[in-house]
């Protein structure tokens, strides 16, 4: 662009910046937040159960049951691809139980380990980027090193993982959203989880964190399938690798669903043995609840083209504002997920902060740059997370209409500055 146009550009996106500033906008892009709309199908979950009595007839106001109702069991087994007594349904959060599970690892080990983790003076995960902050957060919080790798279309770079784990005993495990990554949307490959399954790794307790939060969250009619790990990892003599998650939260209610864990039987029985001590069993009404609202695996897929229905047009929408106002420049790229909760906006290196920042100023709240890489450190400034699930429409379009305005205005003051 030449001096001219450029300032010409900038011009221009002041005064539609100053116009963004005085519409007093109080909008909100941060997190991946079911909407009231989503929330609305599943208010049918208050009127049950119907009966306190599960399928063996076993009365689930009780205490017991520790792995969960069998029913529920069932049927998210068929949903995930695994056996039923691989599955563990339990609480609300699935990132709970990913929680428990490291805390078990650091003070008794692994099942397949000979000592806890904590232990060893250095523990390290390898986590793909962009991901998940919580995740994150959550190992900085126990003091758990982390090492990035890549994430490609189809997973996380596998070369570099089994490149990684082979050289360092340090390196007890890795983080993974197979399915319709946070934040990138990508989708992890039969090829690539097979890979992973069966790498040799220095660390002989090395564990996979497969969490498939948003294995059945599709945003088309093409239903991706999640790669099947617990056969994959089985089948490579590592039966004990991998450790799946799922949950409820963004098919019923975020915060009363129902969790699930998925392993070998021995991890099963593993974890179950450490749960055990501090619970008697979990809240077995809810399970009935979600058991007799869903009536199949089937009714959850059916249930899931609902929540398609409503939030599709509104990733639609972010990449239609995105493509009109910023096509005909080159400092954006994004994604068009085919599932899951997330736009991943790449912006022009070292402007993300910047346009953050600008946003904040005209009231929109967007997810702080950097969030999806571990201490918070995008080391190239340009990754920016877009969760338009919650707002209404209206919301997302002028939102994202902002968005474009920060971008470019960002670009082009860099662009002057250079
Ligand atoms: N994992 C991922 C990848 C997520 O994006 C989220 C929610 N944002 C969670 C886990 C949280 O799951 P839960 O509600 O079951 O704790």
Redesign the pocket.
């Known amino acids: 662009m030449s001096r001219t146009d450029l300032a010409a550009l900038i011009k221009e996106q002041q005064a539609a910046y100053a116009d963004l500033q005085a519409r007093g906008l109080k909008l909100d892009l941060t997190?991946?937040k079911p909407s009231s709309a989503q929330l609305d199908l599943s208010d049918e979950l208050l009127n049950l159960p119907r009966g306190f009595k599960d399928g063996s007839g076993t009365d689930v106001r009780n205490y017991g049951g520790l792995a969960g109702l069998t029913e529920l069991r069932e049927m998210f087994a068929e949903l995930l691809w695994v056996e039923p007594e691989q599955v563990v349904a339990g609480g609300?959060?699935?990132?709970?139980?990913?929680r428990d599970c490291l805390i078990y690892l650091l003070l008794f080990g692994a099942r397949d380990g000979d000592r806890a983790w904590g232990k060893e003076d250095t523990i390290k995960f390898i986590c793909p980027v962009p991901g998940?902050d919580?995740?994150f957060t959550l190992l900085e919080s126990l003091g758990i090193e982390m090492v990035t790798v890549p994430m490609h279309d189809d997973g996380p770079d596998a070369e570099a993982v089994a490149a990684l784990v082979k050289a360092d005993r340090s390196i007890k495990g890795m983080w993974i959203?197979p399915t319709y990554?946070?934040p990138a949307g990508s989708i992890c490959s039969q090829e690539v989880a097979a890979r992973l399954a069966s790498m040799e790794t220095a660390a002989h307790d090395f564990k996979i964190f497969w969490?498939n939060?948003?294995a059945l969250h599709h945003l088309t009619e093409e239903e991706a399938k999640s790669a099947d790990i617990l056969t994959l990892a089985a089948a490579a003599g590592h039966p004990d690798r991998p450790i799946m998650?799922?949950?409820?939260?963004?098919i019923t209610f975020?915060g009363a669903?129902v969790?699930f864990l998925a392993a070998s039987e021995a991890n099963v029985a593993w974890y179950l043995g450490h749960l055990g001590k501090g619970s008697i069993g979990p809240d077995k009404v809810n399970h009935l609840r979600h058991v007799q609202f869903f009536g199949s695996a089937q009714g959850v897929r059916d249930h899931m083209a609902k929540h398609r229905e409503i939030i599709a047009p509104k990733f639609a929408e972010v990449d239609r504002v995105l493509s009109e106002r910023l096509g005909g420049y080159d400092v954006a790229t994004w994604n068009k997920p085919q599932g899951?909760?997330?736009v991943n906006l790449d912006v022009v290196p070292g402007t993300a902060s910047r346009v953050v920042a600008l946003a904040k100023e005209a009231g929109i709240a967007l997810t702080p740059a950097g969030s999806s890489f571990p201490y918070g450190d995008d080391p190239d400034d340009a990754n920016i997370r877009l969760a338009p699930t919650m707002p209404p429409l209206e919301e997302v379009t002028a939102a994202m209409e902002a968005v474009a305005t920060c971008v470019l205005l960002a670009a082009a003051e860099q662009a002057q500055g250079d």
């Open positions: 997190r991946g609300n959060s699935s990132l709970t139980m990913m998940y919580r995740h959203v990554a946070n969490d939060a948003y998650f799922a949950s409820t939260s963004k975020a669903g969790a899951g909760y997330f």
